[in-house]
C-alpha cells in the first residue's frame, strides 16, 4: 500500500485492500486506488474501473492472475494500492519478532549454516542474557536446536563454536525480501528500492 505521494506504508490484505478500493470520503470520492503495470507503464483505476478491467481479462483468460469472486463477478486481486487522503511520510522502523530475525537469516543456523523448517530453530542470544547480552538485532541469531543445545549459556568464543556472520538490523524488512523473490510481487520493488523505510507487515 502506497501513501498520495506513492511513498510505500505497508503490506494488507487483500480483502483490506478492497475495502479502501469501495470506500468514499465525505465528498464521494474513492480513498484509494489500484495501481497496476501495465507495458512498464502504471496506470491508475478507480474500483468501477478494476471491476471492468477484470471483466475484461477474464474474458481473455487471465491465468497469471488471483481472482477474487464474489456472488456475481470475480475481481483481480490487486498488487499495489495507493490511497488518495493519506499523506504522511511512514516511520522508519522494523519491528524486531521472531518470524523477522529467521526471515534476515533466511532460515538457517548461523552456527552451522544449515537450512531448518521453521518449527526447528530457536533464537539464540550470542552474547548470553546471563552475561549481560541484549535482546536486541545485533545480539540474536537463528539457531538450529542443536547448536543452540550445545552453545548453551556461553559466548561462542567459550563454547567453540563460529558464529558464520555477525548479527545486523536490516535496513528492510526482511519478510518483504521473501515475497520479491516472486514474480507476482515484483512490481513492489521500484517503490521499496527508492525508499530507506520499514515495514510492519499486516497481510494475514
Known sequence: MLNA????L?????R???VLLFKRDPAHQPVAEVVNVEDGRYVSYDFEDWAQLSAMRREQNGHDE?????????LMAPR???VLT????PRQDVK??????LARDDHTCQYCLRRFPTSELTLDHVEPRSQGGGTT?????CACSRCNVRKGGRTPAQAGVRLRRQPVKPKQNPTLNIRLSERRYATWRPFLDRADWEVESTES
Not at 505521494?5 to 510505500?8: L, V
Not at 481472482?67 to 470475480?74: E, F, L
Not at 538485532?137 to 541469531?141: E, G, L, M
Request: proline content about 0%; charged content about 25%.
Open 96 to 101: 524486531f519478532n521472531r518470524r523477522n530475525v
Open 5 to 8: 505521494h506513492y511513498a510505500a
Open 86 to 89: 493519506f499523506h504522511r511520510v
Open 10 to 14: 505497508r503490506v494488507v490484505s487483500v
Open 66 to 74: 488471483d481472482w477474487i469472486r464474489t456472488v456475481r463477478t470475480a
Open 80 to 82: 499495489i494500492i495507493r
Open 137 to 141: 538485532w545485533d545480539n540474536v541469531v
Open 16 to 18: 483490506r485492500a478492497f
